[in-house]
């Protein structure tokens, strides 16, 4: 009776884990066709370029403390942090979409 039970409760896990994955995976979808139709737009493509920059985007993450020389582990992984914020937006657009916002054209 017990082991009926933990197998009951192991299901029911595995059932809430892929309804959960379903469900994330259709907002994930909801949200890349949004960010793909909003970068139809220019002023958006700006938007998204001064968020890439604020982010750090374009530049090192890896901050070296002057006087010793040695890596700064903490402020290193802030700034990964917050560049990840931009990249998760950029996995979503088209290679075009990712090119006319990135690129130093404008």
């Known amino acids: 009776m017990m082991n ?4 009951k409760q192991k299901l029911d896990k595995k ?9 994330n995976k259709a907002e994930y979808e909801k949200v ?3 960010v793909r139709l909003a970068c139809k737009d220019q002023n958006v493509r700006v938007i998204l370029r001064h968020m890439a920059k604020i982010c ?3 530049t090192s993450n890896i901050v070296v403390n002057p006087n010793t020389s040695e890596i700064n ?3 290193t992984l802030h700034n990964e942090s917050r ?12 290679d075009a979409d990712r ?5 130093k054209d404008d």
Do not use: P
């Open 15 to 23: 059932r809430q884990i892929e309804e959960l994955r379903k469900k």
């Open 32 to 34: 890349k066709n949004a």
């Open 99 to 103: 090119k006319a916002v990135e690129s």
């Open 73 to 75: 582990a903490l402020s």
């Open 4 to 7: 009926d039970d933990r197998v």
């Open 56 to 58: 750090g985007f374009f």
């Open 83 to 94: 560049r990840t914020v931009y990249l998760d937006l950029r996995r979503m657009m088209s």
